[in-house]
């Protein structure tokens, strides 16, 4: 049997790893069962790329559809030519895909398309309910075509029910992200900026921003680290600029003395940071199911979420994307009364072994 995983952007390379370990440990074991990992290129910086498959362990891609940036439309066009080009050379029996990009979307749809190869979508069936967001409408066509689905959440489950998926396709498997973390944790490295910079545990902040709701624009952008510089009291942001943030940074000469913009991090230091910060603020998906794990306080700059659970059992907060809603938030945590949360349910570092183990049942000869 041949399993495709796709992986094309940051937070995929993070959720296919364990997958890809698992696959290797039933083959090791004298299952027969092979994989294909496909990078499609929509992120090919070595900051954003290469270093996590180093870090991570992941293998070398057996291909790279070398898609590159471009429109949605583009992006998704020249994956799903390069993916169906590979497709006629050599067909699958399982494409994997994995989240939320432009790349999970692509490749299901030139995967289903050619003979109706089987989908598996990991992560399916959240929903933000937020059409403006190019990640919704891909998690809502990926999930209209995926045969099998496996989901984080009770919230996932109800959404795919609720659009009519039979209960037998429906896998709940917890978390693939949390997986690499729990794996990672006791190899996390502190940054090498760690002493430059002065920072103690405890006493530093961590910011991210990629959404083009808050990035795209120069004067939102500078409102919103105005806001998080001024409510941080005095204390260090450390801000690993995403490379679509750092063109406008750049451009509108954002700066200020505590504001600390670095290239985007490695895995391990990176979350060396979230472990040790005073909070987080992000408009990430993955990076508020990480701090819930690891219980730091977490400011999510985003009107809706796709991850409920972080903030119903979770550290997470959703301020939206009003400047003003910083400042508040910043008094509650330095009131000291910031929520405690807890780790939902499955998120315990055994997920992708629940994946390949089902795989393994249901293509059973
Ligand atoms: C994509 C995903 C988003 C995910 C994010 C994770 C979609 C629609 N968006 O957003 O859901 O949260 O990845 O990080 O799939 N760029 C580089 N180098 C790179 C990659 C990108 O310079 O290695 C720059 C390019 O200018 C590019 C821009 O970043 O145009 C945006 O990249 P793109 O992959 O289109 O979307 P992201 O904003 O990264
Ligand atoms: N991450 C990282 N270095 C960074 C920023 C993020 O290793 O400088 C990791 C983070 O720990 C998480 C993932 O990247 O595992 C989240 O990716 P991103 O925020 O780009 O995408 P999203 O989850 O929002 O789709």
């Avoid at 749809?109 to 937020?130: C, L, Q, T, W, Y």
């Avoid at 959404?211 to 510089?229: S, Y």
Wanted: proline residues 5%; negative net charge.
């Amino acid at each position: 049997m041949l399993i495709d995983i796709i992986a094309g952007a940051r937070p995929n390379f993070i959720k296919i790893a364990p997958i890809v370990d698992a696959i290797q440990k039933r083959r090791d074991q004298g299952v027969a069962i092979d994989f294909r990992l496909v990078h499609t290129g929509q992120h090919y910086d070595k900051k954003m790329s290469g270093d996590f498959f180093e870090q991570l362990g992941i293998p070398e891609p057996h291909h790279n559809l070398e898609a590159g940036s471009g429109t949605q439309a583009e992006q998704t066009g020249k994956i799903m030519t390069a993916y169906e080009r590979l497709l006629m050379q050599q067909p699958c029996d399982l494409c994997i895909v994995v989240g939320d990009v432009t790349s999970t979307m692509a490749c299901s749809i030139a995967a289903k398309k050619m003979n109706n190869i089987a989908v598996a979508h990991v992560e399916g069936g959240i929903r933000s309910g937020d059409w403006t967001m190019p990640e919704e409408i891909n998690r809502v066509v990926t999930d209209s075509i995926s045969d099998y689905f496996y989901t984080t959440s009770h919230v996932a489950n109800n959404n795919l029910r609720q659009a009519g998926i039979a209960e037998n396709r429906i896998c709940f498997v917890g978390n693939t992200m949390i997986d690499t973390l729990m794996k990672q944790m006791p190899h996390l490295r502190q940054p090498e900026f760690w002493d430059r910079y002065r920072l103690t545990a405890g006493n530093y902040m961590v910011m991210t921003l990629h959404r083009p709701a808050n990035v795209d624009r120069a004067d939102k952008l500078k409102e919103l680290i105005q806001e998080v510089v001024m409510g941080s009291q005095q204390l260090p942001v450390i801000f690993p600029v995403h490379p679509r943030t750092a063109k406008m940074l750049d451009a509108a000469g954002i700066t200020y003395p505590t504001l600390y913009a670095v290239e985007p991090m490695g895995y391990l230091e990176f979350n060396y940071l979230v472990k040790h910060a005073k909070a987080v603020v992000t408009d990430s998906g993955g990076i508020t199911e990480e701090t819930t794990v690891m219980g730091v306080p977490c400011m999510t700059l985003r009107d809706n979420t796709e991850r409920p659970e972080t903030c119903t059992v979770g550290t997470n907060e959703l301020l939206g994307t009003d400047p003003a809603a910083i400042a508040p938030a910043f008094a509650t945590l330095f009131g000291g009364r910031w929520k405690k949360g807890g780790i939902p349910e499955l998120w315990d570092g055994h997920t992708a072994e629940r994946i390949v183990d089902h795989i393994v049942r249901i293509y059973k000869p």
